[in-house]
């Protein structure tokens, strides 16, 4: 099992729609660790920390749209 810890930051309309809670819903369901945080350019940054192919399933949630 290897741990990795990955940043994304997350463009659109991602500020005021609930994205931010949906993502640490999602987090936690993998059992994940990390924050995720509004940026002053609109944009949302996701920290997640925790087994790789759980980051990588948390990624795959990101990149469809949440």
């Avoid at 997640?48 to 990101?62: H, I, N, T």
């Amino acid at each position: 099992m290897t741990m990795i810890c990955t940043a994304a930051w997350v463009h659109g309309q991602v500020q005021g729609v609930g994205f931010r809670y949906a993502t640490q819903h999602q987090a936690k369901l993998q059992g994940l660790s990390g924050y995720v945080r509004n940026q002053d350019d609109g944009s949302v940054e996701v920290v997640a920390c925790g087994e790789s192919a759980k980051v990588e399933k948390l990624l795959d949630w990101l990149r469809q749209g949440g």
